[in-house]
């Protein structure tokens, strides 16, 4: 079973930045489309971006274009997320995870019901 480790999150202001990482253990993630989450206090988690497994693919969810990035070093086993000019609606605990239905397929966007197993996410708190 896969285990994830968030960190990078914090407290900032408006406009300012932060880059978010996450180390995978206990499988092989470098074959698989990986994702960042995050839920909003008293929403559902939903998908901010995707990877393809070669990176070469990405995805984003439209708040988030033009702001974030993700990006991925299968040789740690890690994705990133650089967050640019955060707002206060970027406010939320933001987690990973590997989607392991499809094998060097293309980049997914996947559901966050359709994942088991979470680690406990970084939270990022943007003060106006």
């Known amino acids: 079973q896969l285990q994830f480790v968030e960190s990078g999150g914090g407290l900032v202001q408006s406009g300012e930045s932060l880059r978010l990482s996450c180390v995978v253990s206990g499988g092989i993630m470098s074959r698989y489309s990986m994702s960042w989450f995050r839920q909003a206090p008293g929403k559902e988690r939903d998908l901010v971006a995707s990877i393809g497994w070669t990176g070469g693919e990405t995805y984003y969810a439209d708040w988030v274009k033009g702001r974030f990035t993700v990006s991925r070093k299968n040789t740690e086993n890690a994705i990133y997320l650089q967050m640019n000019d955060l707002s206060p609606e970027d406010t939320g605990i933001y987690y990973c995870?590997?989607?392991?239905?499809?094998?060097?397929?293309?980049?997914?966007?996947?559901?966050?019901?359709?994942?088991?197993?979470w680690g406990q996410g970084t939270q990022v708190v943007v003060s106006s």
């Open positions: 995870n590997v989607d392991q239905t499809r094998a060097f397929g293309p980049v997914s966007t996947p559901l966050a019901h359709a994942f088991r197993s």
